[in-house]
């Protein structure tokens, strides 16, 4: 069953915990983003890899960190930093430069 | 810096009706523009992907048009049914070295029986 797989769905942090959520990917695609939603807002990119062992920061990185060991996984860790982690975590990939993106079913990340 | 408006931020329309969702960027320098469906919780699922060349795109009772000279697209929803209820979300590659989609807020349908 190709795809991509965010896990977990639900996600609760307490106040100074780092958290990590996962995103795995078998469609053999080169690229993998992190996005954030809040409502009422656009959707906001807050890291990118095109290649293993490479990642950019996006529009809004503080707070976060990822990593790309292998070109199936992108996991975003959140950390104690993030001011107002509290959103829907989107993952998605494609194959590159100009071309249709696909997005995991999101993790929802809430602060207790 | 691109920005994209969706308008209306909400939609009503009785079952069957015929449809059409806008949405419009400021830079017209784009590589291409893709439209997705959310529904409520859930992830984006890709509908159609318009490159730049492109004028429309078709997918069963889905039409998507671009017209980059005056930075508009629409969806067009034929024979809508309550199955189609969601938000639907634009957004735009604007390419030159920007390894992001900027996306709309998009327009929440709900299609009554």
């Known amino acids: 069953d190709g795809g991509i797989t965010q896990s977990p769905k639900y996600l609760f942090r307490k106040e100074g915990q780092n958290v990590t959520l996962s995103c795995e990917q078998n469609?053999?695609?080169?690229?993998m983003y992190w996005y954030r939603q809040d409502p009422g807002q656009g959707l906001r990119l807050i890291y990118y890899?095109?290649?293993?062992?490479?990642?950019q920061k996006g529009d809004i990185a503080e707070g976060y960190s990822v990593s790309r060991e292998k070109k199936e996984s992108f996991p975003l860790t959140v950390t104690s930093a993030q001011k107002n982690p509290t959103a829907f975590y989107l993952c998605?990939?494609?194959?590159?430069?100009?071309?249709?993106?696909?997005f995991g079913q999101g993790t929802r990340l809430t602060v207790v | 810096k691109q920005e994209v408006t969706q308008i209306p931020a909400a939609l009503s329309v009785p079952e069957g009706e015929n449809l059409v969702l806008n949405c419009s960027f400021t830079?017209?320098?784009?590589?291409?523009l893709q439209w997705f469906r959310q529904d409520p919780g859930k992830g984006l699922t890709s509908l159609l992907l318009?490159?730049?060349?492109?004028r429309e795109q078709t997918s069963g009772r889905l039409n998507a048009s671009l017209d980059k000279s005056s930075g508009r697209s629409t969806l067009y929803i034929a024979a809508s049914q309550p199955g189609d209820s969601a938000t639907y979300l634009c957004?735009?590659?604007?390419?030159?070295?920007?390894?992001?989609?900027?996306f709309g807020k998009g327009t929440k349908l709900s299609v009554i029986p």
């Open positions: 998605a990939t494609d194959l590159g430069f100009d071309t249709e993106a696909f």
């Open positions: 469609l053999n695609h080169d690229a």
């Open positions: 890899s095109q290649i293993v062992n490479d990642f």
């Open positions: 830079d017209s320098a784009i590589y291409n």
């Open positions: 318009i490159q730049s060349s492109q």
């Open positions: 957004a735009v590659d604007s390419g030159a070295g920007s390894y992001q989609l900027t």
